[in-house]
């Protein structure tokens, strides 16, 4: 009698435990859910993370860290040491004041700007996702700030540029170059040839030629060249315009540049390219 009632025990503290375990690993599976579209490929990583909780729990003492007394007068020298002024800037969140203002010079096409800028932090930032997080204003305006700042910087040296030397000098010895290495390599292939290829094996040819004189542009590599590129001018860019203080962080660094690089800068080339204007037109007419 007495074996078969160890066996029925055993039995009872088996099922206790697979309930128990199911409990746990459910839970964790379901909360790993919301990271996740799939329950059933969080199982198995809910079941290694019940398993080492269980080893900690049975393995590992965990206690109270025994705090020596301290006498109160060199206890609270200590706090007024470490306490900080309420004018310190680490507890204000607000946003530095503006220096867009002074560099576009122009109420009329400040108050354009700062519109077109609302509008759409309003509409791709507060009203698509940030305002199911927060009802807080800050974090937008800071955003609005770093905009409006980089726009100045623009603005500021747009102005300094001599427009009489731009339009007369620069662009013309620019294009000039451009006409000169085109002639340069369509000789290379050849005149007759070139007129027999369309536009997409002309532009093969071309690339490749360019490739083997290393004269074509690393953006015209490849996609990936391109993205690179544009990640280096875009990190110029932030150099300039990014205070300081957040210059030096690499993590506020990285997601500026990805974020002007990926949301702003690519969609604008690729809609100012010579290829999407083109079918643009030939949808139009």
Same mark, same amino acid.
């Given at each position: ?13 088996? +099922?206790? %435990? ?14 790993? !859910?919301?990271?996740? +579209? ?7 990583? !809910?079941?290694?993370? $019940?398993?080492?909780? @269980? ?15 301290? @006498? /109160? ?15 310190? /800037? *680490? ?5 530095? /004041?503006?220096?867009?203002? *002074? +560099?576009?010079?122009?109420?009329? $096409?400040? #108050? ?25 204003? =800050?974090?937008? =305006? ?9 726009? &100045?910087?623009?603005? &500021? %040296? ?10 007369? @000098? #620069?662009?013309?010895?620019?294009? &000039? #170059? ?26 093969? *040819? ?15 590599? !490849?996609? =990936? !060249? ?5 990640? *280096?001018?875009?990190?110029? $860019?932030?150099?300039?315009?990014? @205070? ?30 010579? &290829? ?10």
């Amino acid at each position: 009698m007495k074996p078969m009632q160890t066996i029925q025990d055993l039995i009872e503290e088996i +099922k206790l %435990r697979v309930v128990w375990w199911a409990l746990f690993v459910f839970c964790v599976t379901y909360f790993l !859910s919301h990271s996740s +579209k799939s329950m059933w490929m969080n199982i198995p990583i !809910s079941i290694l993370l $019940v398993s080492a909780l @269980r080893f900690l729990l049975n393995n590992v003492e965990f206690h109270w860290k025994v705090q020596r007394p301290v @006498r /109160p007068q060199s206890y609270l020298s200590h706090l007024e040491k470490k306490q900080l002024s309420v004018n310190d /800037p *680490r507890l204000s969140t607000g946003p530095p /004041p503006p220096r867009w203002k *002074r +560099k576009i010079g122009s109420p009329i $096409v400040e #108050d354009a700007m700062s519109d077109f800028i609302d509008k759409i932090l309003k509409d791709f930032v507060i009203d698509l996702w940030y305002s199911d997080i927060t009802p807080d204003k =800050e974090a937008p =305006e800071q955003i609005r700030v770093i905009i409006m700042d980089a726009l &100045g910087e623009v603005s &500021g %040296r747009v102005k300094e540029i001599n427009l009489v030397d731009l339009l007369t @000098r #620069d662009i013309i010895d620019l294009i &000039g #170059d451009h006409m000169e290495l085109f002639r340069k390599n369509q000789a290379a292939i050849g005149v007759d040839v070139m007129k027999t290829l369309s536009s997409e094996e002309r532009d093969d *040819r071309l690339k490749h030629h360019l490739m083997a004189s290393k004269e074509l542009h690393p953006a015209l590599i !490849s996609p =990936e !060249s391109e993205y690179k590129v544009l990640q *280096r001018l875009m990190g110029g $860019v932030l150099a300039v315009v990014l @205070r300081p203080r957040e210059a030096q962080c690499p993590v506020v660094r990285s997601i500026a540049r990805e974020l002007l690089t990926s949301l702003v800068i690519q969609p604008v080339l690729n809609f100012a390219s010579p &290829g999407y204007i083109n079918e643009l037109i030939e949808y139009i007419c």
